[in-house]
């Protein structure tokens, strides 16, 4: 086929596909079981995308598609090698990495968290991770501890 009809690839389409790389914590990857089973199902999702993309004809187009799940997928890769499983606590005497805690603030408002590694932590759904300044706060304390957070008193209600 002759050169002419070939789509060429212009320098501003292949810099549109180098993606910067998805920005790795600098605190140790400490994970529940289930958060490295989530991690283990996100580097399979990327795989799947970025394998789906890959047989896209059009190299512009390929190149553009598969940019974010190449770029997950070495970030989840590099999650799941350096996670420590940190079991469960053993007891729910102190907050630990895996407890929920509830706790109360001065304006009435309750609480309550999971404390777990960051790539879990979802705080709209109740997770908050171990390096959260609450969460640091909170570890190590028992039920009935005040805690200063800021301008603003905390105490312990619940560990579970």
Not at 25 to 31: E, F, I, M, T
Not at 84 to 97: H, K, Q, R
């Amino acid at each position: 086929m002759s050169t002419a009809f070939m789509k060429e690839e212009s320098a501003e389409t292949a810099a549109e596909t180098v993606l910067p790389e998805r920005t790795v914590s600098l605190h140790p990857n400490l994970v529940t079981d289930a958060g490295l089973k989530a991690l283990e199902l996100q580097l399979q999702d990327a795989r799947k995308a970025y394998e789906t993309a890959s047989i896209i004809e059009d190299i512009n187009e390929r190149r553009r598609q598969t940019a974010i799940p190449l770029r997950d997928a070495r970030y989840f890769a590099e999650r799941v090698r350096t996670a420590e499983i940190v079991p469960a606590p053993g007891s729910c005497d102190i907050v630990a990495f895996g407890s929920t805690v509830t706790y109360s603030r001065e304006d009435g408002r309750v609480q309550k968290y999971r404390i777990v590694g960051e790539d879990e932590a979802d705080p709209k759904s109740g997770s908050i991770s171990y390096v959260a300044p609450v969460a640091r706060l909170l570890m190590g304390k028992a039920v009935g501890d005040v805690l200063t957070l800021g301008k603003e008193e905390l105490e312990i209600t619940a560990i579970e």
